[in-house]
């Protein structure tokens, strides 16, 4: 199973029904294309896994990275592994924006950080560890 995690920035902050209308198109598209993962959001950051086949996770990518509502969007970590790691899950989505949100054990900072920071370049994990975090929470 190929995954690729990823961050990028929104060329400009989304609205609340945005994110709603990016996420059903996305939700579609996935289940079609039998791509599970998780999407983050906060304060126009992105972090996004996509688990799938190969070749049409990558295909995807390309997709999202000449997405004009994207911008600095970059790798943090890519390679294979035995089993999806959020099988049901077309595409899982949180807003980190909210107090509720930030109170979770294990939650992260991380993606406050401004994309062009050394945080995401020297610490890659952080991104993926936050994702887990959620992972393992909503199970």
Same mark, same amino acid.
């Given at each position: 199973?190929?995954?690729?995690? /990823? ?14 209308? !990016? ?6 598209? +996935? ?9 983050? /959001? +906060? ?5 996004? !896994?996509? $688990? ?7 295909? !995807?990518? $390309? ?9 600095l969007i ?8 035995? $089993?999806?790691?959020?099988? +049901? ?10 107090? $509720? ?10 993606? +406050? ?5 050394e945080? /995401? ?8 560890? !936050?994702? /887990? ?7």
């Amino acid at each position: 199973m190929y995954y690729t995690v /990823y961050a990028s920035c929104a060329s400009s902050p989304f609205s609340q029904q945005q994110l709603v209308d !990016l996420l059903k198109q996305a939700r579609e598209a +996935n289940e079609k294309l039998d791509i599970t993962g998780i999407l983050l /959001y +906060n304060r126009g950051t992105f972090i996004q !896994l996509l $688990e799938g086949d190969e070749d049409k996770v990558k295909a !995807l990518y $390309e997709k999202i990275d000449k997405d004009p509502r994207h911008k600095l969007i970059f790798t943090l970590m890519e390679g294979h592994k035995s $089993e999806r790691q959020f099988p +049901n899950w077309s595409m899982a989505f949180r807003d980190l924006d909210s107090q $509720e949100i930030q109170q979770l054990p294990g939650f992260s900072q991380f993606i +406050n950080e401004p994309l062009d920071s050394e945080q /995401y370049y020297r610490d890659p994990m952080a991104a993926v560890e !936050l994702l /887990y975090m959620f992972r393992d929470v909503v199970r």
